[in-house]
Every structure is written in structure tokens, then in C-alpha cells.
């Protein structure tokens, strides 16, 4: 049975993923401070597995770490771990909300500025949603890059005017958005 309740696992999974995609080291860091005070009131401890093909948020109870290492064959109930993806195309974060959200975005971007910016949109909200399983606005730069030279070329089938426009489309669903969560 898990000893930290469902908010703090949220809000543990929440500072992880945007110290992962923090540009500035210090932002980063105080992400994880924030992080490892939550934790503390609970006497659990994180641990972020890269080596996975997608990163894992580890919370385990702090008494598990003993000089800076765990040790699995010493623990005897290691069902109080909670393990989070964090990171990698098959995030489930809550897909449904995630895709429920990105539609919603390109709903206001296709209603606000045109069917063209509302088709680039669109290829970005499934590229985002089905790759990344992440809200639009969390791209980072290295996925909007991917999105540009990859999927939206060879999986969008964008007409002339999309791929002449889809730089600012991409603007247009950064802003609306940023708006939604103001």
C-alpha cells in the first residue's frame, strides 16, 4: 500500500517533469528542493531512472537508502515504491486529458485565426498527444524541431499554405495556449 497520498504523488510528478524541461539550472534545482520537501513530510525520497527508453519518477521511503545506494534484496515490501513516467511517447500523464486539452487548443487556434493555422494545430495536437502523450504548450524546442523537420512533413500532408503559415501557427497555439492557463 502506498504511504504518500495521491496529491503529493501529482505534485511530486508535476515538479519533476518541469525541472526536466527547465532551461536555467537554478530553476531547475529549486523545482527539485520543492520536490524534496514534500517528500520529506513523508519520509520518502525520488529518484529519476534514465536508463529507461523513457524517464521514471521513483518515490520509495528514505529509510530504503543507505549510503547513497538501495539495495532491492534488503527491502522486504518494495510495493511502497511509486514508479511515474515522467518522460518518453508513452507518458500516459492521463492521455485523455492531455488529448481532451491539445484539441481544445486547436479548436481556439482553428476558431481565432483560420482553417490553416487550425490544420497546423491539428497535426501538432496529435503529434504532441500521440508521441509525447504532453500538452502543446510543454513542447520543447528539440520537439517542436522534431515535429517541423519529421512528422509534419511526412505525416501532416500540409498544403502550401500550411507549411508557408506553420511557423506562426505554431506561435498561435503557444499564446492561446498560455492564455488557457493564465
Known amino acids: ?33 520543492h520536490r524534496a520537501e514534500l517528500l520529506d513530510d513523508h519520509d520518502f525520497t525520488a529518484r529519476v531512472r534514465e536508463e529507461d527508453a523513457a524517464a521514471t519518477l521513483v518515490l520509495h521511503p528514505a529509510e530504503w537508502v543507505e549510503d547513497g545506494t538501495i ?6 515490501d518494495t510495493d511502497r515504491a511509486i514508479e511515474v ?56 524546442p528539440e520537439e517542436r524541431a522534431e515535429f517541423l523537420a ?8 500540409p498544403s502550401e499554405d500550411q507549411k508557408e503559415a506553420i511557423e506562426r501557427s505554431l506561435e498561435h497555439v503557444e499564446k492561446t495556449a498560455k492564455t488557457d492557463r493564465s
Open 1 to 33: 500500500m502506498a504511504e504518500l497520498p495521491d496529491d503529493v504523488v501529482e505534485e511530486t510528478t508535476r515538479l519533476t517533469k518541469l525541472a526536466r524541461a527547465a532551461v536555467d539550472d537554478k530553476e531547475a534545482a529549486a523545482y527539485r528542493r
Open 71 to 76: 539495495r532491492p534484496g534488503r527491502i522486504d
Open 85 to 140: 513516467q515522467v518522460a518518453g511517447p508513452e507518458s500516459p500523464g492521463d492521455w485523455d486529458a492531455v488529448e481532451e486539452h491539445n484539441r481544445a487548443v486547436a479548436a481556439r487556434v482553428r476558431e481565432a485565426h483560420g482553417d490553416v493555422h487550425g490544420d497546423n494545430a491539428d497535426a501538432f495536437a496529435d503529434f504532441m498527444g500521440n508521441h509525447y502523450a504532453k500538452p502543446v504548450e510543454d513542447a520543447t
Open 150 to 157: 519529421e512528422y509534419f512533413v511526412r505525416n501532416a500532408w
